[in-house]
């Protein structure tokens, strides 16, 4: 029997915001693109949730926002002080952890298979975990515990805000079953959309579906569907830079289809990425370059480079032929810049496989 924690700092952006600054806290704080009056472009990247009773949510254009309510606290992203928080509550929570694995900036599975031999004890672990981020970093959290990372994912979002939720390999059924389908754990708008027209409403309905028909339907994807739906999760927690990566993005003021000046931003986000890549030891193998045109649609262009590499210039020559080989000529309103595949410079891998 596994027991597998996800532990998720609640609103993390705002919540950093909010300790430096504690005059926030009854506030509502939004933080995100600068809503310059209401007409600034950007979303919303986090807020709390004060700013959550107005219709405030993330992802939401910051004019939105604006309009939801004007006199809320609007700050921009401070990356590097939300990074520098963050590293100190994941080696927290590492130090709890057998096995551990960062998901993201403020999220990270625990498998603590190794420490517990019960659910009960799992959950008394996990009070134990929140108590210690409470006490430490004075942050909210919420916890899941499950006996694989998908309940403990879920679990986790039923617990919040500040919860802990416990799902049983024996609940685990009964806790899947009411769920409308989007609420399933990879399931995207429009994979939810595609399987409501098919008929599958709630995740019940998708465990009882035929599993060979999903895979004709969906491929790979169909099976873990089928999995999900069913509690189904084999993957282990493992401790891995590979599902990590990092990234930046840049909207521009008014869209542009103009070359120099996006090739000029690409320069600058490459010089950022770099330099978070750089600081926290890591190579990477893979460029993704994203472009929103003025339409919202979105266009991811990745290119392996085959070997795992730290050079800027590479980074900046790379990019841009990227960016040249797609351009569609259309008006850019976004674009990002991300560097995946990423492995610690020591001990992982061969050193030859740094060169080149
Ligand atoms: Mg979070």
């Keep these: 029997m596994r027991f597998i924690l996800l532990v998720d700092m609640d609103y993390f952006y705002a919540a950093c915001e909010e300790l430096r600054n504690p005059s926030l806290k009854d506030k509502p704080v939004v933080v995100g693109a600068d809503p310059k009056n209401g007409s600034g472009r950007g979303v919303v990247s986090t807020c709390n949730y004060i700013a959550r009773k107005y219709g405030i949510k993330s992802g939401m254009p910051i004019s939105m926002a604006y309009k939801l309510k004007k006199d809320a606290i609007f700050l921009p992203v401070d990356e590097a002080y939300y990074e520098s928080v963050s590293s100190k509550i994941m080696s927290l929570l590492k130090s709890y952890a057998g096995k551990f694995e960062q998901v993201s900036i403020d999220e990270a599975f625990l498998d603590i298979s190794s420490k517990v031999n019960s659910f009960e004890e799992a959950y008394d672990y996990a009070k134990k975990v929140k108590e210690a981020v409470s006490s430490s970093f004075n942050l909210p959290c919420s916890v899941g515990i499950g006996p694989n990372k998908l309940i403990a994912k879920m679990a986790c979002e039923a617990a919040k805000p500040n919860g802990i939720k416990l799902v049983r390999e024996d609940e685990i059924k009964q806790f899947l079953s009411e769920l409308p389908i989007e609420k399933l754990y990879g399931v995207g708008k429009k994979s939810a959309e595609k399987l409501k027209s098919m008929g599958f409403e709630k995740i019940k309905d998708l465990a009882k579906a035929n599993k060979q028909m999903l895979i004709n339907e969906f491929g790979s994807f169909g099976l873990e569907l089928y999995n999900h739906a069913n509690g189904i999760d084999e993957e282990e927690v493992v401790e891995s830079y590979d599902s990590k990566s990092i990234g930046r993005e840049h909207t521009f003021e008014f869209d542009t289809d103009d070359e120099s000046q996006i090739e000029r931003e690409i320069e600058k986000l490459a010089e950022e990425v770099f330099e978070e890549t750089k600081k926290n030891g890591f190579y990477f193998k893979t460029i993704t370059l994203k472009l929103r045109n003025k339409n919202f649609e979105e266009h991811l262009y990745s ?18 032929a990227i960016f040249e080989a797609n351009n569609r000529k259309e008006k850019i309103r976004k674009i990002g810049l991300r560097v995946s595949g990423l492995i610690k410079s020591k001990g992982q891998r061969k050193i030859n496989e740094f060169i080149g």
Excluded: A, P, V
């Design 303 to 320: 290119k392996n480079i085959g070997h795992y590499m730290q050079d800027l210039e590479r980074l900046k020559k790379e990019s841009i």
